[in-house]
């Protein structure tokens, strides 16, 4: 709209020419003729020059695996690049006050794995370490309780045509799940992310281009969060609360940032690997997997791009209901 306004205000310049000379001058980032200006006054989500650049989800090459748990979740990466589109409304300037000083908070980057040692509540305690560490960032990996409760989450980062499957089943059960989704997946796919509204479960984000967050500077790290935020006010009328940085990496900076944005960080407490599309683990194998790990206060970490855990999910709520769980979600 502004942009048609520009346009129909620069037409009377034109036929004023003689009085109104300087109207070649940059506005909102056009020149007087429509063209955009090449200054630093565009519209789009900010590019980062790191290795992590693309769109969509990025394979990681910190995967860790281990005889029992992985240590960190590298994601499935989208087969295809999509462009960015301009959002001319996002352009405000992002601000926000801070309790912390961040000059003074750590930039090294971390990439979260729960690890595989346990309490005797079956709990990981590479989990409840991050709580400890991280909770006054609004931060955590396991939920605070010692009740037999399970949050079920979902990465979204590109449509393998399994998510509608998923969201059948979890009908089916009557559970609410959480999906974490970058702009790429909600721009892509825009009836599913409304689904997962209309029916209940909870939608947070993965961020706009999926970068390592601990990679970027405070301004990114805003863009990347609140980019998504409005996008997702602006076209589903849902403010998000919840977010899972990509690739589960993180710095003491990243968390406060997240925090100071009114987000609430949320990693996992399980998770296996189950993101490779051509080489998706055993049904019957993953199932027992899933149900030995479960525990008090367990946040599930699962890719709805994986074949298996589509063919197991029912049968996986089915299983821990009957020794006792029960599954929440939400902030």
């Known amino acids: 709209m502004r ?8 037409t009377v310049c034109a036929l004023l020419s003689g009085l109104l000379a300087g109207c070649a001058e940059i506005s909102d980032g056009y020149y007087s003729d429509g063209t955009q200006a090449t200054t630093s006054e565009t519209t789009t989500a900010p590019e980062v020059t790191t290795s992590e650049a693309t769109t969509t989800e990025v394979t990681t090459t910190e995967a860790v695996t281990t005889t029992e748990e992985i240590t960190t979740v590298p994601e499935e990466t989208e087969p295809e690049e999509s462009s960015i589109s301009d959002i001319e409304e996002l352009v405000e300037p992002i601000s926000t006050e801070s ?3 961040y000059s003074t908070l750590s930039t090294e980057g971390s990439g979260y794995g729960q690890g595989v040692r346990f309490d005797d509540l079956n709990r990981p305690k590479g989990a409840l370490n991050f709580n400890e560490a991280y909770g006054e960032y609004n931060a955590g990996a396991i939920q605070e309780t010692e009740e037999k409760t399970i949050m079920l989450t979902f990465d979204e980062g590109y449509e393998n ?20 989704v970058t702009y790429d997946y909600v721009s892509r796919n825009p009836e599913l992310v409304q689904r997962m509204i209309d029916e209940g479960h909870t939608v947070g984000s993965h961020s706009w281009h999926h970068y390592s967050m601990p990679e970027l500077t405070v301004e990114e790290m ?13 076209n589903f009328g849902l403010e998000m609360t919840l977010f899972r940085p990509p690739k589960g990496e993180y710095s003491e900076l990243s968390l406060a940032v997240t925090a100071d944005l009114g987000y609430k960080t949320v990693l996992w407490s399980f998770a296996y690997a189950d993101w490779d599309t051509d080489d998706q683990p055993d049904p019957e194998e993953s199932l027992q997997k899933l149900i030995d790990r479960a525990h008090p206060g367990a946040i599930y970490l699962l890719h709805a791009v994986s074949e298996t855990n589509t063919e197991i999910l029912g049968e996986f709520i089915d299983e821990v209901i009957f020794e006792g769980y029960t599954f929440v979600s939400g902030n």
Not at 167 to 178: F, M, P, Q, R, S
Not at 222 to 234: G, K, N, P, S
């Open 222 to 234: 805003m863009e990347e969060i609140m980019y998504l935020h409005d996008y997702m006010i602006e």
């Open 161 to 180: 045509g399994y998510t509608a499957a998923i969201l059948d089943t979890l009908a089916e059960k009557g559970v609410k799940a959480i999906f974490f």
């Open 3 to 10: 942009k048609a306004k520009l346009v129909a205000l620069l």
């Open 99 to 101: 309790e912390w000083d």
